[in-house]
């Protein structure tokens, strides 16, 4: 679109920017330009094709932001079947309504009363995800005060300000009941605890819609954060376009300022460092993002931000799209639920816990959803019975320079699941294949980095896992693996980088690299073993390539047998042929 006046020349480059150019000088100022008031039904659907920016709210949580979330949310019930029928993956519950909810009662009430639903009830609900904060939620309720946040209430007053933004906002959209942890499960009840954790699923995917307080630190930052004077800096520009028929003169187009896109302000938050928040994004339905300069809405169809054209809903992939794969019952969809699973632990142990003692609770409600009609086998701390000897081959990942590795304080997984590493892990045995051909890269049904990890040398003879709560999903008791196959004592090499060494048998051959588990030089003086899980068969004949587990004696002993603990995970080259001894070991 152009139009020329003496001098000047207007130029429409679509994305919501505009061009204007000094003829005389060749010189060109771009804008990002925005409809907004009545010009928005004036304009030419053309112009809304070019300019489908708006002008953003001073103040989240005002009218204006009010009216925008109340039509994403009417345009995805009308028009995103999908997100509808997220709530449809009950998990393990089979109640609409969460074990308690608060009732944030009418915008005038000074009050909010902790609701314990009957099971009939139906009724909608929102849930908050946010961050607690280094010191914790100062207010939360436990046995002591339990019944007199159902019977009384709870001061408005006496809450910190996310929670009190939250249910401010909640009265405005007009929804009565609220879902916040601190005070709809019972603090210091580890019964409670235990058993709330495991409706996770259900919680978040059944609420109409999911807060996510995106930019707060903690609960005395609330949602509707002040914003720059920026905000408030759009100038009105005369477009040279108007309708003769409606007497209103020249339409207006406004200057507006670059804001953050949705990946670098919700990627990059504080709520996206933290370990309990990767599900509650993943299983919600319909999230509204509170940023530090915009609102965004996500949901399981599309993204779209306060500062896009509200007629204009954008659809792509949201955050965590898993329905599709989560109800077909077809047996190629397997590759690509191990795929993102890998996709899971990746993120989810890049993040941090307060508590490292919850990382198996914090991950629960996914993993119900996984766990689905048995699809991957049983679960096993972390781990899925199906392709289980993949599944062990996770390592630590080193491709960051800045990441930790370490040993939770306390006890939370067996040394053979991932969950026994504090830290960013990786598994490219369970992700799909993707190889190269003529066309391209093309993505294949099979699992694993090399695609040929097919032959099996370790073989399981049986896995005992006691987990608190009656899901099989919550924290980890004990667990212990124990399996029949082959290992060779090694010596550790030259370190190649951070947690990476070169292995040599005992022969001082050397065969391949190790990745350490956590963040230390491995003791010399400390016996190491070699143990093949799997291998890759190369094109030129042969069993080559091993994936191993690094393991070191453990000081428990199991049942009168060898008792190993894993160390690291190791790759090694023509080192094991199938003459090889067998023998009954157990990895705790």
């Known amino acids: 679109m152009k139009s020329d006046r003496p001098g000047i020349r207007f130029q429409a480059n679509g994305s919501s920017r505009l061009e204007i150019w000094c003829v005389e000088k ?13 010009d928005v039904s004036r304009a030419p659907q053309h112009s809304h094709d070019l300019f489908d920016a708006r002008v953003v709210s001073q103040r989240a949580g005002d009218g204006r932001s009010i009216s925008t979330i109340k039509h994403w949310l009417s345009v995805c019930k009308s028009s995103h079947p999908k997100c509808s029928t997220w709530a449809s993956l009950r998990g393990a519950r089979n109640r609409h309504l969460p074990t308690r909810v608060l009732d944030v009662g009418d915008t005038k009430a ?4 902790l609701y314990i639903p009957a099971d009939s009830d139906t009724s909608e609900y929102i849930a908050l995800s ?17 019944q007199r946040h159902i019977s009384e209430g709870i001061e408005l007053s006496s809450l910190p300000l996310t929670l009190r933004d939250t249910i401010e906002l909640t009265r405005q959209l007009g929804v009565k009941y609220l879902w916040i942890d601190a005070l709809c499960i019972i603090q210091k009840d580890r019964d409670d605890w235990i058993h709330e954790a495991s409706l996770m699923s259900a919680v978040y995917s059944q609420a109409l819609f999911c807060i996510s307080a995106d ?11 002040d914003r720059s004077a920026r905000h408030g800096t759009s100038v009105a ?3 040279p376009l108007e309708d003769p028929n409606d007497g209103l003169g020249p339409m207006v187009l406004h200057i507006t300022p670059d804001f953050r896109s949705f990946k670098d302000e919700i990627l990059t938050s504080p709520l996206a460092k933290r370990g309990w928040t990767f599900q509650e994004r993943a299983l919600s339905a319909r999230i509204i993002h509170f940023g530090s300069e915009l609102c965004y809405w996500e949901c399981k169809e599309a993204c779209i931000g306060e500062n896009e054209e509200i007629g204009k809903y954008s659809v792509q992939d949201g955050f965590f799209n898993l329905k599709d794969m989560l109800l077909t019952s077809s047996e190629s969809s397997k590759p690509k639920l191990h795929d993102k699973w890998a996709w899971v632990i990746s993120q ?30 049983k679960y096993y701390c972390g781990l899925w019975g199906d392709e289980f000897l993949r599944h062990l081959l996770w390592s630590s990942d080193r491709t960051s320079s800045g990441s930790l590795h370490d040993k939770p304080a306390v006890y939370r997984a067996p040394s053979w699941s991932w969950a026994a590493v504090q830290g960013p892990v990786t598994n490219p045995a369970i992700e799909i294949f993707f190889k190269f051909s003529p066309a391209g890269i093309e993505m294949t049904e099979e699992l694993g980095s090399a695609g040929l990890l097919s032959h099996k040398i370790l073989k399981i003879r049986q896995i005992k896992v006691e987990t608190e709560g009656r899901t099989g999903f919550g924290p980890v008791i004990e667990a212990l693996l124990q399996v ?4 060779y004592p090694i010596k550790i090499g030259a370190q190649l980088s951070k947690g990476i060494f070169t292995i040599n048998l005992a022969d001082d051959r050397a065969v391949g690299v190790a990745t350490w588990d956590i963040d230390e030089v491995p003791d010399g003086s400390v016996p190491y073993w070699l143990s093949p899980v799997m291998q890759r068969k190369e094109s030129q004949g042969g069993w080559e390539v091993s994936e191993c587990l690094v393991l070191c004696a453990s000081s428990i002993n199991y049942g009168g047998e060898l008792t190993f603990e894993r160390v690291g995970k190791g790759k090694a080259t023509n080192f094991w042929t199938n003459t090889a001894i067998f023998y009954d070991f157990t990895i705790l």
């Not at 060749?26 to 009545?38: R, T």
């Not at 989810?348 to 991957?376: C, H, I, P, W, Y």
């Open 130 to 146: 946010y961050c607690w904060g280094r010191s914790g939620n100062p207010y939360y309720t436990d046995q002591a005060n339990l």
């Open 26 to 38: 060749l010189k060109c100022a771009k804008l990002n330009v925005a409809f907004d008031g009545v």
């Open 215 to 225: 930019a707060s630190a903690d609960t005395s930052s609330g949602i509707f954060l």
């Open 237 to 239: 520009l005369p477009w």
């Open 484 to 487: 029949t196959g082959s290992f």
């Open 110 to 113: 000074n009050r909010v009363k």
């Open 348 to 377: 989810f142990s890049s993040r941090q816990l307060t508590n490292a003692s919850d990382s198996f609770a914090a991950l629960e409600g996914v993993a119900t959803m996984f766990g689905d009609k048995n699809k991957l086998g």
